[in-house]
C-alpha cells in the first residue's frame, strides 16, 4: 500500500525507531557495528525487489539549507550488508509539499577498504528549512526522511567559516589527555603540531577528530588509516592533524578537542583552505577519494 507522506511525515521523523532508514547513526550502527549479510551476486536482484532497508548514516540534526550530502548504506534482517549495486538512483521529496526536488540523483558504491561495509554518497542542494526523504529507487518505498535546520540553530563549524584554531594534544605536549593517538598498531603522524600551528602556516588543512580505538561505528580507524598514505603523497601541501576523542584510556572523559569544536557525534574531518576557511566538512563516513576532490 502507498504512503501518503503529506499524513506521515511527522511520524516517519518522530517514530525513528520504526525504520532502520531514520535511526539516529550512533544508535543504529553501534547496534550493528560488525555484522553484515550476503555476499554473493543476488545483492543486486534484492535491492530492486525492495528487500533491504535503507540506512542514513548522515548526522540527523546537522543538515542546513545549500549542499547536501548524504552518505546510505544497505542493511538486511541481520545488520548491515557488505554487498551492493555499483550505482544507487534516487529521487528526493519534500514531505511537506510532496514536491519532487530532484529526480535520479546517483551515488556510487564506496568502501573503506577490504571487510568494511560498502557506502553510497548522494549529493543535492536543498533551498530551504523542512523534512525531506531521498527515496531509491527500488528500495523502501518512505525512503529516509531527514530535516534541515536552520543554520543559527547549529554550533559546530561548516563549510565557508573559519576553522576555529585549538590546541590540540601533541606527541611533545600531550595537554592531558592519556593517549593522544589510539591507532594501532602504530600511532598516526598527525600529532606533530597543534590545529592552532598548522591554521597559522597559510597552507590547507585536514583536521581529523576520530577515535580509532573506540569509535562504536567501525570507521574512525578506516578513514584515518586511509590519510596516512594521502599525507605521504601531499608531502608537505597540505598540514594534516588528528584529536582523538577522550582524555583517558577508560573512554569515560571526552577530551578537550571535541568539546572546543562543540561535537556531539565522531568521526568528522574538516578540510580547509590556506586561510583556514572550510571547504568541505566530511561528517560520519567517508573515503580518501572525498578528501582528495576537497583539495583539488
Same mark, same amino acid.
Given at each position: 500500500?502507498?504512503?501518503?507522506?503529506?499524513?506521515?511525515?511527522?511520524?516517519?521523523?518522530?517514530?525513528?525507531?520504526?525504520?532502520?532508514?531514520?535511526?539516529?547513526?550512533?544508535?543504529?550502527?553501534?547496534?550493528?557495528?560488525?555484522?553484515?549479510?550476503?555476499?554473493?551476486?543476488?545483492?543486486?536482484?534484492?535491492?530492486?525487489?525492495?528487500?533491504?532497508?535503507?540506512?542514513?548514516?548522515?548526522?540527523?540534526?546537522?543538515?542546513?539549507?545549500?549542499?547536501?550530502?548524504?552518505?546510505?548504506?544497505?542493511?538486511?534482517?541481520?545488520?548491515?550488508?557488505?554487498?551492493?549495486?555499483?550505482?544507487?538512483?534516487?529521487?528526493?521529496?519534500?514531505?511537506?509539499?510532496?514536491?519532487?526536488?530532484?529526480?535520479?540523483?546517483?551515488?556510487?558504491?564506496?568502501?573503506?577498504?577490504?571487510?568494511?561495509?560498502?557506502?553510497?554518497?548522494?549529493?543535492?542542494?536543498?533551498?530551504?528549512?523542512?523534512?525531506?526523504?531521498?527515496?531509491?529507487?527500488?528500495? @523502501?518505498?518512505?525512503? /529516509? %526522511?531527514?530535516? =534541515? $535546520? !536552520? #543554520?543559527?540553530?547549529? +554550533?559546530?563549524?561548516?563549510? &565557508?567559516?573559519?576553522?576555529?584554531?585549538?590546541?590540540?594534544?601533541?606527541?611533545?605536549?600531550?595537554?592531558?589527555?592519556?593517549?593522544?593517538?589510539?591507532?594501532?598498531?602504530?600511532?598516526?603522524?598527525?600529532?606533530?603540531?597543534?590545529?592552532?600551528?598548522?591554521?597559522?602556516?597559510?597552507?590547507?588543512?585536514?583536521?581529523?577528530?576520530?577515535?580509532?580505538?573506540?569509535?562504536?561505528?567501525?570507521?574512525?580507524?578506516?578513514?584515518?588509516?586511509?590519510?596516512?598514505?594521502?599525507?605521504?603523497?601531499?608531502?608537505?601541501?597540505?598540514?594534516?592533524?588528528?584529536?582523538?576523542?577522550?582524555?583517558?584510556?577508560?573512554?569515560?572523559?571526552?577530551? @578537550?578537542?571535541?568539546? /572546543? %569544536?562543540?561535537? =556531539? $557525534? !565522531? #568521526?568528522?574531518?574538516? +578540510?580547509?583552505?590556506?586561510? &583556514?576557511?572550510?571547504?568541505?566538512?566530511?561528517?560520519?563516513?567517508?573515503?580518501?577519494?572525498?578528501?582528495?576532490?576537497?583539495?583539488?
Amino acid at each position: 500500500m502507498a504512503l501518503d507522506r503529506r499524513s506521515t511525515r511527522r511520524d516517519v521523523l518522530r517514530m525513528s525507531g520504526a525504520s532502520l532508514a531514520a535511526i539516529p547513526l550512533a544508535a543504529l550502527l553501534a547496534a550493528c557495528a560488525g555484522e553484515s549479510s550476503g555476499d554473493d551476486e543476488s545483492a543486486t536482484t534484492d535491492v530492486a525487489m525492495g528487500t533491504w532497508d535503507l540506512v542514513s548514516r548522515w548526522i540527523p540534526t546537522e543538515l542546513t539549507p545549500g549542499e547536501q550530502r548524504l552518505p546510505v548504506s544497505l542493511a538486511g534482517a541481520d545488520g548491515l550488508v557488505d554487498t551492493g549495486p555499483t550505482r544507487l538512483i534516487a529521487d528526493l521529496v519534500d514531505l511537506d509539499t510532496d514536491e519532487v526536488l530532484a529526480r535520479d540523483l546517483f551515488a556510487d558504491r564506496r568502501t573503506l577498504g577490504d571487510d568494511t561495509i560498502p557506502f553510497w554518497v548522494f549529493r543535492t542542494v536543498i533551498d530551504r528549512v523542512g523534512t525531506f526523504a531521498l527515496v531509491v529507487k527500488g528500495g @523502501p518505498e518512505e525512503g /529516509a %526522511a531527514f530535516q =534541515t $535546520f !536552520e #543554520p543559527d540553530s547549529l +554550533v559546530v563549524a561548516r563549510v &565557508g567559516q573559519q576553522l576555529p584554531p585549538f590546541d590540540t594534544p601533541t606527541f611533545d605536549d600531550p595537554r592531558g589527555v592519556d593517549e593522544v593517538c589510539t591507532r594501532t598498531p602504530e600511532p598516526c603522524p598527525f600529532h606533530s603540531m597543534t590545529l592552532t600551528d598548522a591554521l597559522s602556516i597559510g597552507k590547507p588543512v585536514v583536521y581529523l577528530v576520530g577515535t580509532p580505538a573506540h569509535c562504536q561505528t567501525g570507521v574512525c580507524g578506516p578513514v584515518l588509516d586511509q590519510l596516512v598514505p594521502l599525507a605521504e603523497e601531499l608531502g608537505d601541501s597540505v598540514v594534516f592533524v588528528h584529536a582523538d576523542v577522550y582524555a583517558d584510556r577508560a573512554a569515560t572523559v571526552v577530551a @578537550p578537542a571535541v568539546e /572546543a %569544536a562543540m561535537l =556531539t $557525534f !565522531e #568521526p568528522v574531518l574538516f +578540510v580547509t583552505d590556506a586561510q &583556514g576557511v572550510i571547504v568541505e566538512r566530511l561528517d560520519a563516513i567517508w573515503d580518501v577519494n572525498e578528501v582528495r576532490e576537497a583539495l583539488s
